[in-house]
Nanobody
């Protein structure tokens, strides 16, 4: 089993920054992808950013140039640096780990962008 623990969410004003972290533990294979998804009220969960084991990344168009995903393989941790936050970034952010055909999810962390 794999466990994902997220941290770093909160309330921030428009234009501000937050950094999310997700630490993975358990039976983790060496080759896997990690990423962040988000779900706003009344909307479907959507991909925000993803990073492979070799560091390849992809981002949703809505966050390109503002968000940066990174990972520390030694710590099994993935980060999401969010800059220039907008009210439309408000959502619950979920960490995801994909390995050997299985998706694992964190419990979610709330990000609220409001003045």
């Amino acid at each position: 089993q794999v466990q994902l623990v997220e941290s770093g969410g909160g309330l921030v004003q428009p234009g501000g920054s937050l950094r999310l972290s997700c630490a993975a533990s358990g039976s983790i294979l060496s080759i896997y992808k990690m990423g962040w998804y988000r779900q706003a009220p009344g909307k479907q969960r959507e991909l925000v950013a993803r990073i492979t084991s070799i560091g390849s990344t992809n981002y949703a168009d809505s966050v390109k140039g503002r968000f940066t995903i990174s990972r520390d393989n030694a710590k099994n941790t993935v980060y999401l640096q969010m800059n220039s936050l907008k009210p439309e970034d408000t959502a619950v952010y979920y960490c995801n780990l994909f390995s050997s055909g299985v998706d694992y999810w964190g419990q979610g962390t709330q990000v609220t962008v409001s003045s």
